[in-house]
Nanobody
Framework: QVQLVESGGGLVQAGGSLRLSCAVS????????MGWFRQVTGKEREFVAA????????YYADSVKGRFTISRDNAKNTVYLQMNSLKPEDTAVYYC??????????????????WGQGTQVTVSS
């Protein structure tokens, strides 16, 4: 059984930084693209960033490009999201997810088969 557990969320002032971690157990971590999504209450979940199975390719939403960095450690079955220069509009619950194999879209929520429980990030102004 595949399980994803996020950690590292919290309250930070605007301009500050946080590092989210997502530990994955079960399955073959190194075979899958991993992604981060976020959701504000009452809104749809949105794509934030993704990283290919090898870590060679990364993808970012325009809203976080240049401020967030996704990385992974396949030896530790863990994916990270370093968030710098945080803004109040980054406030959301952040989820990590494992993308399905096959011809799927990196940015599409429906193409991710396993999800963590989420971690709250709150950025105060």
């Amino acid at each position: 059984q595949v399980q994803l557990v996020e950690s590292g969320g919290g309250l930070v002032q605007a301009g500050g930084s946080l590092r989210l971690s997502c530990a994955v157990s079960g399955g073959t971590f190194s075979s899958h693209t991993m992604g981060w999504f976020r959701q504000v209450t009452g809104k749809e979940r949105e794509f934030v960033a993704a990283i290919s199975s090898s870590g060679d390719s990364t993808y970012y939403a325009d809203s976080v490009k240049g401020r967030f960095t996704i990385s992974r450690d396949n030896a530790k079955n863990t994916v990270y999201l370093q968030m710098n220069s945080l803004k109040p509009e980054d406030t959301a619950v952040y989820y990590c997810a494992r993308r399905r194999l096959g011809p799927t879209q990196v940015t599409m929520e429906r193409d991710y088969g396993y999800w963590g429980q989420g971690t709250q990030v709150t950025v105060s102004s």
